[in-house]
C-alpha cells in the first residue's frame, strides 16, 4: 500500500526554525496536509497544500512540497514551546477520500 | 455543536467484555471517519461513512469491531469481546466535501483493556 514517512522526534530550542519533514510514494497524491496534536487532543488541521503548488507560507508556517521527489517539508519560524506537540504529515490522492498519515514527528521545544 | 464530540473520553474495561464508543460530527458533515492510534503509531483508518452510501469497512482489523451510523450523523463503534491489544486511542473525524475534504477530529476515546 502507500506509504508515509516522517522523523519520530525533532527538538529544537526556542526562538530557532523548525523543520520537519516527511517522504511519500503515492504519486497520484493530490492533496497534502499537516496535522497537529497536542497531548490529550484530537488532530488539527494546520495547513494543506495541493499537489500543483511549490509552496505555501502562512504567517510562521511555511510548506515546501517536491513533487518530483515526493518530499514534503514543515518549517516553523520562531518555534515557540507551545508548538510543543506531534505534527502528522498525510496525503491523499484525488480519486480517494481516505487518507494516509504517517506516524507522527513529536517536536520538543526546550528553553 | 462547534466541533466533533466524542464519548466518553475515557474508558476502562476488562478483557471480554463489548463497549460502544459514540462520536458526534459536525452539523452538515456528510463524511465520517474512524481511527485507531496505538502508543508510538500512526492513526490507523478503521471504518468511512459517506452520506447514505455503503460504508468502507476495509479497515476494520477484525470481525470484532463494528459500526453504524444513525440517520446520517451520530456514529457508534462497537467492539465486541475486548482483548488487551484493542486499547488505544479512537479517534473521529468528519469532512464536508464542500470543504476540501478537510478533516476535523475529536478529542478521541482512549479505551483501556485491562
Known amino acids: 500500500g502507500e506509504d508515509v514517512e516522517q522523523s519520530l522526534f525533532l527538538s529544537v530550542r526556542e ?4 523543520v520537519i ?5 503515492d504519486s497520484s497524491s493530490t492533496y497534502l496536509y499537516w496535522y497537529k496534536q497536542e ?30 521527489d515526493k518530499h514534503l517539508s514543515l518549517r516553523i519560524a520562531d518555534t515557540q514551546t507551545g508548538d510543543s506537540a506531534i505534527y502528522f504529515c498525510a496525503e491523499m490522492s484525488g480519486g480517494s477520500y ?14 | 455543536g462547534a466541533g466533533v464530540s466524542q464519548s466518553p473520553s475515557n474508558k ?21 471517519y474512524w481511527y485507531r ?4 503509531q500512526g492513526l490507523e483508518f ?14 476494520l482489523p477484525s470481525d470484532r469491531f463494528s459500526a453504524e451510523r444513525t440517520g446520517g450523523s451520530v456514529s457508534t463503534l462497537t467492539i465486541q469481546r475486548t482483548q488487551q ?7 473521529c473525524a468528519s469532512s464536508s466535501l464542500s470543504g476540501g475534504d478537510i478533516q476535523y477530529f475529536g478529542a478521541g476515546t482512549r479505551l483501556s483493556v485491562l
Open chain 2, 85 to 91: 491489544e484493542d486499547s488505544a486511542v479512537y479517534l
Open chain 1, 21 to 25: 519533514n516527511c517522504t511519500y510514494t
Open chain 2, 46 to 59: 478503521l471504518i468511512y461513512f459517506q452520506g447514505n452510501s455503503a460504508p468502507d469497512k476495509s479497515g
Open chain 1, 98 to 111: 481516505i487518507p494516509t498519515f504517517g506516524r507522527g514527528t513529536s517536536l520538543i521545544v526546550h528553553p
Open chain 2, 12 to 32: 476502562v474495561t476488562e478483557k471480554g467484555k463489548d463497549v460502544e464508543l459514540r462520536c458526534d460530527p459536525i452539523s452538515g458533515h456528510t463524511a465520517l
Open chain 1, 39 to 68: 497531548p490529550g487532543a484530537g488532530l488539527q488541521l494546520l495547513t494543506y497544500i495541493f499537489s500543483n503548488m511549490d509552496m505555501k507560507q502562512d504567517q510562521r508556517l511555511t510548506v515546501l512540497l517536491n513533487k518530483k
Open chain 1, 15 to 18: 526562538g530557532d526554525s523548525s
Open chain 2, 37 to 40: 492510534q496505538s502508543l508510538g
